[in-house]
């Protein structure tokens, strides 16, 4: 097993669904009830459960290769993992640009985020 992995696989599918269970009280029923135009209305929606699909899918790829060991999927784990990173960075820039240093406080996605990301790397590093 490789540990760093497979918490990591484990933060994404809890982050999955704290995004599908929580975020559908949160921004999106609040969200849907705007007077927004229905085809943007509908984009981001869809763009919102494909992120969904996303945090699922990885979270699975993660705990699989972490509890397995695979070192074979090396380059799947890093691609996972600077994506979150990523995702992590672009939180943090967007809550920036909105609310400056509240932005750690009002947009706290990138605190599951980079974690994942980080753990992944640490993992293929470690192995």
């Known amino acids: 097993m490789n540990t760093w992995i497979f918490i990591a696989g484990i933060i ?3 982050t999955s669904c704290v995004h599908i269970f929580a975020g559908q009280i949160d921004p ?3 969200f849907l009830k705007s007077d927004l135009a229905d085809i943007p209305k509908a984009t981001l929606l869809a ?3 494909m992120v969904s699909a996303i945090l699922v899918l990885c979270g699975l790829v993660l705990t699989f290769v972490g509890w397995f060991n695979l070192d074979s999927f090396q380059n799947v784990v890093i691609g996972i993992s600077v994506s979150f ?3 992590s960075f672009v939180f943090i820039g967007v809550g920036w640009y909105f609310f400056k240093l509240k932005s750690f406080i009002k947009l706290p996605q990138w605190m599951l985020l980079l974690p994942i990301g980080v753990l992944g790397v640490i993992g293929v590093m470690s192995s």
């Open 85 to 87: 990173i990523t995702f």
């Open 28 to 30: 999106v029923r609040p």
């Open 47 to 49: 763009c919102w459960h």
């Open 12 to 14: 994404a599918l809890f």
